[in-house]
Each structure stands twice: as structure tokens, then as C-alpha cells.
């Protein structure tokens, strides 16, 4: 059983909220780039929330059948990466978002209005 990677992207959102992720901001790379059809960006303000909020969504697409395909940066906590193929999540720590800037780098990518 696998979801739709819309259906998909609103459940890591709603995963990132449910553990107080911040500043959750999803960018739709549809027709920009082939690595994936979104980026959720989103950040902790210590390395066990950043923590917390990567296994929660890790946790949440296993349920429903999504595999994850990778899972990087969990021992330091200061960026996780959790791929799920359609779907790629980036869990900063508030310190190390603010200094890579993602968002900045895909400004190409339309930033997905979440309700």
C-alpha cells in the first residue's frame, strides 16, 4: 500500500507539527528537479527534537506503507535527511538551518501553502 506523494507530503507535515517542529515550509520541486516531487523543510531547537521530529515522520510513513529509502544525520542531530522518494525531509537544527539556507538554494521551487 503506498500514498500519493500529495497525501504523503501532508502526513510528514502533520507528523513535523505534531513533534513542534518549526517553521515548517514545503517546497513543490515538480517540473524543477527529478531528486524528488517535495523538500519539507523544518527545524528543532536541540538535537532530541531534531531527533524526535525525523523518527516521528519516519515512524507516520511506515504506517502507511512508505519505505524509506534513507535516513542520514540522526548521531549528531544537526541535519537529519529522511528520504522517502517523492518526499525528502530536512530536519535542521535551528542553528545549521539558518547557515545552509535550503530554501534559499531552491528558490526556483514553489513554496506549498499548508492549511
Request: some cysteine; charged content about 30%.
Amino acid at each position: 500500500m503506498s500514498i500519493s506523494p500529495d497525501k504523503l507530503m501532508a502526513l510528514v507535515v502533520e507528523a513535523a507539527d505534531d513533534k513542534k517542529a518549526m517553521n515548517v515550509v514545503t517546497l513543490d520541486l515538480q517540473g524543477i528537479s527529478l531528486i524528488a516531487d517535495y523538500f519539507v523543510i523544518c527545524h528543532g531547537n536541540s538535537e532530541t527534537q531534531v531527533q524526535a521530529i525525523a523518527t516521528e515522520i519516519r515512524k507516520r510513513a511506515e504506517e502507511k506503507g512508505t519505505r524509506v529509502r534513507g535516513m542520514e544525520g540522526m548521531d549528531t542531530a544537526r541535519w537529519v535527511l529522511v528520504d522517502l522518494g517523492d518526499v525528502v525531509i530536512h530536519v535542521f537544527h535551528r542553528d545549521d538551518r539558518e547557515y545552509y539556507n535550503i530554501e534559499r538554494l531552491w528558490s526556483d521551487a514553489k513554496v506549498v501553502e499548508q492549511v
